[in-house]
T-cell receptor, first 116, second 112 residues
Framework: NAGVMQNPRHLVRRRGQEARLRCSPM?????VYWYRQLPEEGLKFMVY????????ESGMPKERFSAEFPKEGPSILRIQQVVRGDSAAYFC??????????????FGAGSRLTVL | GNSVTQMEGPVTLSEEAFLTINCTYT??????LFWYVQYPGEGLQLLLK?????DKGSNKGFEATYRKETTSFHLEKGSVQVSDSAVYFC???????????FGAGTILRVKS
């Protein structure tokens, strides 16, 4: 069981470029969550998805950020026209179908985005 | 709103010292509580959890007790090792829904 796989681990972009971060959940998990960790801060919830459905995007910035989890393939977090303030570690987590309050999210190793 | 407050770090201890990292929370209803650990360059790993009042979570010598009366979930370990050096995050999850709310994290440095 490979766990939650994220790639790339490190990504460098210049201001104005696009960043795409990928996340493959654990085998058997159908829920994906994206979190952002800014320097010196804790993790902040961004978005929660099931296959082909966004369930909760209350933590997503209103502009430039989007997320998807297609029927086939990994979940993608897309950041358009990146700015320096987008530099952060982006963590993906997954959980099984029908998670209750006690169920645990399994995290990937994160993707560290640096915007020059 | 729902929030988690952790003691500020870094916390620097000598090997075999006693560790306490304070965590308090604000939440509606009856959340589940978690401690996650992040080793350098890695993602978060679940360390322990408690799902109701007075539950004690424990793992690898770490313990935390869910105290509803003080809304706390303090992390303790009797004798830390250099390999425990990491960032520790306290988190809560509400009864309904799957979002985790994290504290800011506490850096622990253990010296030999």
């Amino acid at each position: 069981n490979a766990g939650v796989m994220q790639n790339p681990r490190h990504l460098v972009r210049r201001r104005g470029q696009e960043a795409r971060l990928r996340c493959s959940p654990m085998k058997g998990h159908s829920h994906v969550y994206w979190y952002r960790q800014l320097p010196e801060e804790g993790l902040k919830f961004m978005v929660y998805l099931q296959k082909e459905n966004i369930i909760d995007e209350s933590g997503m910035p209103k502009e430039r950020f989007s997320a998807e989890f297609p029927k086939e393939g990994p979940s993608i977090l897309r950041i358009q026209q990146v700015v320096r303030g987008d530099s952060a570690a982006y963590f993906c987590a997954s959980s099984p179908l029908g998670s209750s309050g006690a169920n645990v999210l399994t995290f990937g190793a994160g993707s560290r985005l640096t915007v020059l | 709103g729902n929030s988690v407050t952790q003691m500020e770090g870094p916390v620097t201890l000598s090997e075999e010292a006693f560790l306490t990292i304070n965590c308090t929370y604000t939440a509606t209803g009856y959340p589940s509580l978690f401690w996650y650990v992040q080793y350098p360059g890695e993602g978060l790993q679940l360390l322990l959890k408690a799902t109701k009042a007075d539950d004690k979570g424990s793992n690898k010598g770490f313990e935390a007790t869910y105290r509803k009366e003080t809304t706390s979930f303090h992390l303790e370990k009797g004798s830390v090792q250099v390999s425990d050096s990491a960032v520790y995050f306290c988190a809560l999850k509400l009864e309904y829904g799957n979002k985790l709310v994290f504290g800011a994290g506490t850096i622990l440095r253990v010296k030999s």
